[in-house]
């Protein structure tokens, strides 16, 4: 038996790790692991299969950056040719950028199974690039692996059949937890200088943020006034950097002294980071989590969430990309509120093996044991 899992950009690369673990136990179930190359750079992507041991990609497609529909059509022309050839019985796709949507409708075209773990989230907002992947790979997969309950209840909702989804926790949440002692060893307080707890990180790269320069502008004039209160450190994405040089938007940030840009980090730098900090501004998805699960309070800079949980939880909320409510936010967190103690039900870093049992018994048609389908 066959199985092709997909990767194509930064976020995959955490949630795919302990997958390839969780499969390597089943000596019958070849694996081929298949990059799209829709990241590429070095510190968006070497970095991370080095840190997280992922082994190297069989097959890498070089597909690299381009608009939404010349980059997944490419993906489409090029992944056509990897399944016909490899003959997978079924391809895993992970979350939800261009490469998941891309390889996940080749792959039903051809009529293999298709598996998508982190299923059913909804921001319920449709200008979003991966709320429409999200939407669309979910509607054409055969099994559906999801976080929270919430998900769950998304997929119901709109129309699949409950035999297809599982609610097994977060293949993401299995790599911070199996990390953790490597993440302790980084040293990146001490390189770029800074105390634990005492400054806030901040991550940007959302189009809807960042690509119409009214909305920076708006964010940069809130950081202005954090920064005054907290050190900001932000490491920052290629995409958020041309736009702050296309608009020239460096100065004013220049001129905020204690907002401090500094280069992509890799996987253990990051949490590292994120670990020590004492609030985290971002708008990232998969950070709300990360936060949650390392107790660092959230502001989210966006209008909604597709990660409701984190809300719930109390760890995290949505600051939007208005000045006063980034403000409002931060100060709470200041005056001590804003941290979780809970952790989501089947965060415990065991994910991926539940998740690779269900497949494994899926393709050799064995029936799951009762308690492990949790739909
Ligand atoms: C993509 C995902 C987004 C995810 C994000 C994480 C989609 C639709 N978007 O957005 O969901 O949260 O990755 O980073 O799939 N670039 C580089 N080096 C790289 C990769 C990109 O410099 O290795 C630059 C390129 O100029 C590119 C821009 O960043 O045009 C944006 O990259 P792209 O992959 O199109 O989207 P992201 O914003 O990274």
Not at 35 to 63: A, K, V, W
Not at 309 to 330: F, K, Y
Request: net charge negative.
């Amino acid at each position: 038996m066959k199985i092709i899992n997909v990767v194509g950009a930064r976020p995959n690369f955490m949630k795919i790790a302990p997958l390839m673990d969780a499969f390597r136990e089943y000596e019958d179930l070849e694996t081929v692991l298949v990059h799209t190359g829709q990241h590429y750079d070095e510190q968006m992507n070497d970095l991370f299969f080095n840190q997280l041991e992922i082994p190297r990609p069989q097959i890498n497609l070089q597909i690299g950056s381009a608009s939404h529909a010349v980059q997944t059509a490419e993906i489409m022309k090029a992944f056509e040719k990897v399944v016909l050839e490899e003959k997978p019985d079924a391809v895993l796709v992970v979350g939800d950028v261009n490469s998941t949507i891309a390889c996940g409708l080749v792959t039903v075209k051809l009529g293999v199974k298709l598996i998508h773990v982190e299923a059913g989230l909804r921001s319920n907002d449709r200008s979003m690039p991966e709320e429409i992947n999200r939407i669309l790979t979910d509607s054409i997969s055969d099994m559906l692996f999801c976080t929270e309950q919430q998900a769950v209840e998304n997929l119901r909702r709109e129309g699949v059949s409950p035999d297809r989804i599982f609610l097994t926790g977060n293949v993401m949440i299995d790599t911070l937890l199996r990390f953790k002692s490597k993440i302790q060893q980084s040293t990146i307080l001490e390189r770029i200088e800074v105390r634990e707890g005492s400054y806030a990180v901040l991550t940007l790269h959302r189009p809807s943020n960042v690509d119409d320069p009214e909305q920076l502008e708006r964010i940069i004039c809130a950081l202005e006034t954090v920064q005054r209160e907290l050190p900001v450190i932000f490491p920052i994405h290629p995409r958020t950097q041309k736009n702050l040089e296309v608009w020239d938007l460096n100065a004013r940030i220049n001129e905020a002294p204690n907002l401090h840009i500094i280069p992509p980090l890799g996987y253990l730098d990051f949490h590292k980071l994120l670990e020590g900090a004492r609030l985290a501004l971002t708008d990232s998805g998969g950070i709300q989590e990360e936060a949650l699960i390392l107790k660092i309070p959230c502001v989210t800079l966006r209008e909604n969430t597709e990660r409701p949980i984190t809300i719930e939880m109390g760890g995290n909320c949505l600051a939007g990309s208005d000045p006063e409510r980034i403000v409002a936010a931060a100060r709470r967190v200041l005056n001590g509120n804003g941290r979780s103690i809970l952790a989501p039900p089947l965060w415990d870093g065991m994910a991926a093996r539940r998740i690779a049992r269900l497949v494994y018994e899926s393709l050799t048609q064995k029936i799951a044991p009762i308690g492990m389908t949790q739909n």
